[in-house]
């Protein structure tokens, strides 16, 4: 049987944000920038088969998107904040 794939669409609004009026409705940060954590630790998972060990390549791949994600943190943070992503 064949899918048949509908096109949708989305309209969509401007609405202008300023940070003033986002605080006036949330309140101020918690906490404040200068007291906020800067360390940050992700942990990484390898899914196998029950009883099998995980291959050199998905260790290579694991440990590529390690990396990459240690990086990329570090990147959209402005380099304010760390991750580690250390294997045990």
């Keep these: 049987m064949r899918q048949r794939f509908v096109r949708s669409c989305a309209v969509a609004s ?12 949330d309140g101020e940060r918690s ?12 942990g990484m998972v390898m899914v196998v088969q029950h009883g099998a060990k995980p291959s050199n390549e998905l260790f290579e791949r694991t440990t590529g998107i390690r990396k990459q994600w240690i990086e990329y943190f570090s990147i959209t943070t402005g380099r304010r904040a760390s991750m580690t992503a250390n294997p045990n």
């Design 31 to 42: 906490p404040a920038v200068d007291k906020s954590q800067r360390q940050f630790n992700t």
């Design 14 to 25: 401007l609405l202008c944000l300023a940070c003033n009026g986002i605080i006036a409705a």
